[in-house]
T-cell receptor, first 115, second 113 residues
């Protein structure tokens, strides 16, 4: 398994600003993922972040809006840029440790409210 | 593309009732299947998984069997408790390729005493 922490746990932001969310894992992992959970909805994958390569974005998500960094095997950041109220969601990072056969472990999430 | 469909919610049951939450999937390959649970105010936790056809995943009294012929992975529990109240998500992940999770829409379960 893996223990994942996220910062901040929640934030309230003004439209037009940006917020960077941090994800820290207690062990080295190759694959990290960023998901969005809009209010009352399911989880949608934003991008996959592998260390040493550019993040791979899903349809409907672009790097200019959600830039991701992955500087090492235990850390990643997701920035939500030029925010609007539609970006109000819970943002979760997850990891797929080696040998777990696609099983993913999730962080506690960052609850973002954009006014 | 791959997709997961869960039964519509919310679901409300009395304590000790039998639970079934239906889940069907569409995938091009042979995915791994998962049930995740989100308790109130908590993060997403893996409840159980199955990695190949006819596998049965089980945990905390919950079970689900990977049925390739019906492309289903229904969640069952014989006697639910108030503490089982949560949102349940069915999900799949392709074994090859990006290994991303595709989630169903989630089913909110409320158990009344």
């Amino acid at each position: 398994s893996a223990v994942i922490s996220q910062k901040p746990s929640r934030d309230i932001c003004q439209r037009g600003t940006s917020l960077t969310i941090q994800c820290q894992v207690d062990s080295q992992v190759t694959m990290m993922f960023w998901y969005r959970q809009q209010p009352g909805q399911s989880l949608t994958l934003i991008a996959t972040a592998n260390q040493g390569s550019e993040a791979t974005y899903e349809s409907g998500f672009v790097i200019d809006k959600f830039p991701i960094s992955r500087p090492n095997l235990t850390f990643s950041t997701l920035t939500v840029s030029n925010m609007s109220p539609e970006d109000s969601s819970i943002y979760l990072c997850s990891v797929a440790p080696w040998g777990t056969y696609n099983e993913q472990f999730f962080g506690p999430g960052t609850r973002l409210t954009v006014l | 593309g791959d997709s997961v469909t869960q039964m519509e919610g919310p679901v409300t049951l009395s304590e000790e009732a039998f639970l079934t939450i239906n889940c069907t999937y569409t995938a091009t390959g042979y995915p791994s299947l998962f049930w995740y649970v989100q308790y109130p105010g908590e993060g997403l936790q893996l409840l159980l998984k199955a990695t190949k056809a006819d596998d049965k995943g089980s945990n905390k009294g919950f079970e689900a069997t990977y049925r390739k012929e019906t492309t289903s992975f229904h969640l069952e529990k014989g006697s639910v408790q108030v503490s089982d109240s949560a949102v349940y998500f069915c999900a799949l992940s392709e074994v090859q390729g990006a290994q991303k999770l595709v989630f169903g829409q989630g089913t909110r379960l409320t158990i009344n005493p």
